[in-house]
């Protein structure tokens, strides 16, 4: 077994996948399996934690970065390809220590993963959009520092689990929100390739008094009222032609997040032709066998191959 197949263990181990939202539900499609191909293994992964890549009314936002390191002692390449990990915990939970398991398999993989913690919503503070300025900013930081840390910065992918999901599917669709910072004013905040899993993809559908709750306090104000912010906040209503490649994963026995909402965005993306492999697997909200997390683990390490190494 190889050093990067090795790797899943840690992603088995590891609290990968976190928290829920409260969506709809309904049956799940099934789709067929593809298998990947592994990079060469890395040896070693080095991990640089706390590191700034912003300050919000005095508090600094943080992320780790997962480090593959040298192939070998001769190479210096500044070509590598980058991932940014997002957390799931609704918004106002959990934090980027979660995706460790996730950034060591994708460094020893060859990729460059900075897992990043954004502002949660706490007594009707840090309401949306928040969360999406801080990944924004983060992508953008990134870029900045793309010669640093040795990485292209037009190749970098955004891998979120449920509201991180979220948050990372409109990396690969949106521009930046918020370019108050001259510093990073030239920087795009777009991903080119986005694995979405267990992610909430439509605030505006299936509504009651009980699901309501939650998205009427992170929103800002209830449906009727603000169904701009609603929809605003809703994916699926931000495809385009020219959005990123999507890996769309998702549990055909999810609870928190109806696997309807998954097949909603993969049918708007093929309307808009653009490039998504939609997968289902026999497990929950959070993949809990050992089963459904190693196919998740390869399938993105796949998907990221195909979009940010093919070629290169």
């Not at 508090?59 to 190479?75: E, F, Q, T």
């Not at 769309?248 to 309807?260: F, L, N, T």
Request: charge should be negative.
């Amino acid at each position: 077994m190889t050093k990067c197949a090795c790797g899943v263990f840690l992603v088995l181990l590891g609290s990968l996948l976190t928290a829920s939202a409260q969506m709809p539900r309904t049956s799940p499609p099934q789709l067929p399996t593809q298998h990947p191909i592994e990079p060469p293994p890395i040896s070693e992964v080095s991990v640089q934690q706390d590191v700034p890549y912003g300050t919000v009314g005095g508090h600094s936002l943080l992320l780790d970065i997962y480090d593959p390191g040298n192939r070998d002692s001769g190479d210096q390449s500044f070509d590598r390809p980058a991932v940014v990990l997002i957390h799931g915990g609704a918004w106002s939970s959990f934090d980027k220590s979660t995706m460790r398991g996730m950034g060591m398999f994708l460094a020893r993989c060859g990729f460059v993963a900075f897992s990043v913690d954004y502002r949660l919503m706490h007594n009707n503070e840090n309401l949306w959009p928040a969360q999406l300025d801080d990944v924004q900013r983060a992508v953008r930081w990134i870029r900045a520092n793309a010669a640093k840390y040795r990485i292209d910065r037009d190749r970098i992918g955004a891998f979120g689990h449920s509201a991180g999901a979220q948050l990372a599917a409109l990396l690969g669709m949106e521009g930046t929100r918020d370019n108050s910072d001259p510093k990073l004013a030239k920087y795009s905040s777009r991903v080119e390739a986005v694995v979405d899993v267990s992610g909430p993809t439509d605030f505006t559908t299936n509504h009651d008094p009980d699901r309501d709750a939650f998205p009427t306090e992170f929103l800002g104000g209830d449906f009727a009222h603000h169904a701009e912010v609603w929809q605003d906040a809703s994916p699926v209503f931000h495809v385009s032609k020219k959005s990123a490649p999507f890996l769309i994963v998702h549990g055909s026995h999810d609870e928190d997040v109806p696997i309807a909402q998954a097949q909603e965005l993969a049918d708007k993306l093929k309307q808009a032709k653009v490039p998504v492999k939609f997968i289902t697997v026999d497990d929950e909200h959070t993949f809990r066998t050992p089963e459904a997390r190693q196919r998740l683990a390869f399938e993105s390490q796949a998907f990221f191959t195909d979009y940010l190494r093919a070629g290169r």
